[in-house]
């Protein structure tokens, strides 16, 4: 069971849940893990902590979709505490650490591909370092940190080209998809295969260490 605030969730529609409490991401995890689904349920009352008087006694059954923002939020906590900015990241994790709740009977194959660019972008706020302008990046990441392969490296490389970046971040196993590029394309373009977050990290905020 999963105990919501301030959200309705109906049968048949995708929406999105913003998760902080640590039994929740609990919830959502040992749900991820068994590919279970899960009784999300209406709060009565703002506590953080709900006793069964609480909650409302009708929910809506749902299957968990884990996305880019879930892993990029963790991700961020942990470099956030190396550079010592640990005091922003409740505000910032409660706007981006989320899940999204599929209600039976709906299913999608799209898979994110923004997790390191989420991710980037949270360690940037946290050290209030600006993000290199002449790289783009593509690649989903785990709880972890490390960068998983992703579709449409093709179309990626050609839109970062036709807008000038000379830089592209992509997943290490991806590396093999730019054989398929043109030479006329990949002229004058760096491409810098990654494993984990910290080598996006090196290359998207080179100036200050972890």
């Known amino acids: 069971m999963l105990a919501v605030r301030q959200t309705v969730v109906f049968p048949l529609t995708l929406q999105p849940l913003a998760i902080n409490r640590t039994t929740s991401i609990e919830s959502v995890n040992r749900a991820l893990a068994g590919d279970r689904l899960v009784f999300l349920v209406l709060q009565n009352t703002d506590a953080d902590e709900p006793l069964p008087s609480d909650l409302?006694?009708?929910?809506t059954i749902a299957?968990?979709?884990q996305m880019a923002k879930v892993p990029a939020a963790c991700c961020a906590e942990s470099h956030s505490r190396a550079v010592g900015r640990a005091r922003n990241l409740s505000r910032v994790s409660r706007q981006v650490r989320s899940?999204?709740?599929?209600?039976?009977?709906?299913?999608s194959e799209r898979r994110p591909s923004a997790g390191v660019t989420i991710a980037t972008a949270i360690v940037s706020a946290l050290r209030n370092q600006r993000v290199r302008d002449d790289v783009a990046m593509t690649g989903e990441i785990t709880l972890s940190g490390l960068v998983l392969p992703?579709?449409?490296?093709r179309e990626k490389v050609l839109a970062a080209r036709r807008y000038g970046i000379k830089e592209f971040v992509l997943p290490a196993?991806?590396?093999?998809?730019?054989?398929?590029?043109?030479?006329?394309?990949?002229d004058g373009m760096r491409f810098v295969p990654v494993a984990t977050l910290e080598e996006v990290l090196r290359v998207a905020l080179p100036s200050k260490a972890l």
């Open 63 to 65: 299957a968990i979709r």
């Open 150 to 153: 992703v579709g449409g490296i």
């Open 56 to 59: 409302k006694t009708i929910g």
């Open 99 to 107: 899940a999204r709740a599929r209600s039976r009977g709906r299913d």
């Open 173 to 186: 196993r991806n590396e093999a998809d730019l054989t398929e590029l043109p030479s006329e394309v990949k």
